[in-house]
């Protein structure tokens, strides 16, 4: 149990488009998902996270109007990032957590972004 | 911020135990540590956590100190599929964020 996925697995955009990417908990309800990006040989920094019907609460220096995210139900949030431009070029994670209070984080298998 | 540090990398040869600390000082009472492992271009996936006592599941221990300021993750039996960067987290009491560290890049050698 506890799975996690995500789509795409791998985008390639031209600069100046909008992405949609999707996270969906496959077998459970999710009260909380987090959005993360990871550059090249480097560790997960967390953008922002996503309570289901809430607006998201972004981290500092992450701008929220770039990278919008809805929560509209329990299984799913949605990233998208706007007006892409090259240096939005990245490997974007989901999480979930259950809605039963256990808090163990499940990771999606990543979405990969390039921008041309 | 992350709340740990952990060495940049560690090499294990395949069938002994890997030993992977992790300090954690300024952590709160309530506040958990999480291992999770990322195998390249993949999602982290899961290992282990604990708040106080030593943990055990299929996959490895969890050893913390009596004053929690640093934990060890063994893997007792290191084969070379657990060859990954490993992230020991502590996680966030108030809004459960995994704030992620540098990790240590474990090679399981033959």
């Known amino acids: 149990g506890a799975v996690v996925s995500q789509h795409p697995s791998r985008v390639i955009c031209k600069s100046g488009t909008s992405v949609k990417i999707e996270c969906r908990s496959l077998?459970?309800?999710?009260?909380?998902m987090f959005w993360y990006r990871q550059f090249p040989k480097k560790s997960l920094m967390l953008m922002a996270t996503?309570?289901?019907?809430?607006?998201?609460?972004?981290e500092q220096g992450v701008e929220k109007d770039k990278f919008l995210i809805n929560h509209a139900s329990l299984t799913l949030s949605t990233l998208t990032v706007t007006s892409a431009h090259p240096e939005d070029s990245s490997f974007y994670i989901c999480?979930?957590?259950?809605?039963?209070?256990?808090?163990?984080?499940?990771f999606g298998p990543g979405t990969r972004l390039l921008v041309l | 911020d992350a709340k740990t540090t952990q060495p940049t990398s560690m090499d294990c040869a395949e069938g002994r135990a890997a030993n992977l600390p992790c300090n954690h000082s300024?952590?709160?009472?309530?506040?958990?540590v999480y291992w999770y492992r990322q195998i390249h271009s993949q999602g982290p996936q899961y290992i282990i956590h604990?708040?106080?006592n030593n943990e055990t599941n299929e996959m490895a221990s969890l050893i913390i100190t009596e004053d929690r300021k640093s934990s060890t993750l063994i893997l007792p039996h290191a084969t070379l599929r657990d060859t990954a960067v490993y992230y020991c987290?502590?996680?966030?009491?108030?809004?459960?964020?995994?704030?992620f560290g540098t990790g240590t890049s474990l090679t399981v050698i033959p």
């Open positions: 604990g708040l106080k």
């Open positions: 996503s309570n289901e019907g809430s607006k998201a609460t972004y």
């Open positions: 999480s979930a957590t259950r809605t039963s209070g256990e808090e163990t984080q499940y």
């Open positions: 987290i502590v996680r966030v009491y108030t809004g459960n964020q995994f704030y």
């Open positions: 300024t952590i709160s009472g309530n506040e958990y």
């Open positions: 077998d459970f309800q999710a009260t909380t």
